[in-house]
């Protein structure tokens, strides 16, 4: 894949604003997307997942919405709090790979909270 | 940590050594999966595994191998062949094409 270095796009956003954070992806046989979040240090975390028949979809303080037609997809976070500090990364997979299922992750975008 | 358990968290490796991660799952799932971070960058896929006796390779498997002798284990082998082989190592298991859970993963240093 391709490398960014150590400089990771970045997001700064003062407690208690929404956040957003995009993802371009490129395979359009993609039809499964998730959003993780990792902290320093630790595995990726399951934050939420949406498939190709939906454009949106809502769990607690998150969003995700997908565009199919520009392959975009976003992760919005409302009234984003000091622990939500970490980096947040989207991952695209087929649900047509057998039994399991091969993700592709983006690079990642850091995510600051400021008080 | 998603009910993977990985082993152990730091791994120092001389050049020229093999060395073995561990990767232990306890809630019956049958798909497991390597991955491999170098800093600042996503997750890059290495070997998969969807049931017992057989796995499968991802998109950086150069340099490394897996076993899957018995459900709840996924070891993975990081050989002397893998030039470069500094990184975080993470596994994850899945309930099929589903979401999938990773562990805390393991930091391989090379001295």
């Known amino acids: 894949g391709e490398s960014v270095g150590l400089h990771l796009p970045t997001l700064s956003v003062q407690e208690g604003d929404n956040s957003i954070i995009n993802c371009a992806y490129s395979?359009?046989?993609?039809?499964?997307f998730i959003w993780y979040k990792q902290e320093s240090g630790k595995g990726p975390q399951f934050i939420i997942d949406?498939?190709?028949?939906?454009d949106k979809r809502q769990g607690q303080r998150v969003t995700v919405l997908l565009n199919k037609t520009v392959k975009h997809l976003s992760l919005q976070i409302a009234a984003t709090q000091p622990g939500d500090s970490a980096v947040y990364f989207c991952?695209?997979?087929?649900?047509?790979?057998?039994?399991?299922?091969?993700?592709?992750f983006g690079t990642g975008t850091r995510l600051q909270v400021t008080l | 940590d998603g009910g993977i358990t990985q082993s152990p968290k730091y791994l120092f490796r001389k050049e020229g050594q093999n060395v073995t991660l561990s990767c232990e799952q306890n809630?019956?799932?049958?798909?497991m999966y390597w991955y491999r971070q170098d800093p600042g960058q996503g997750l890059r896929l290495i070997y998969y595994?969807?049931?017992?006796?057989?796995?499968q390779k991802g998109d950086i498997a150069e340099g490394y191998s897996v076993s899957r002798e018995k459900k709840e284990s996924f070891p993975l082998t990081v050989t002397s062949a893998q030039k470069n082989p500094t990184a975080f190592f993470l596994c994850?298991?899945?309930?099929?094409?589903?979401?999938?859970?990773f562990g805390p993963g393991t930091r391989l240093t090379v001295l």
């Open positions: 991952a695209e997979t087929s649900m047509n790979t057998g039994t399991a299922s091969k993700l592709t």
């Open positions: 395979n359009s046989a993609s039809d499964y």
């Open positions: 949406i498939r190709s028949n939906m």
């Open positions: 809630l019956n799932h049958d798909a």
């Open positions: 595994s969807q049931i017992v006796n057989d796995f």
């Open positions: 994850a298991r899945s309930i099929g094409v589903n979401e999938q859970f």
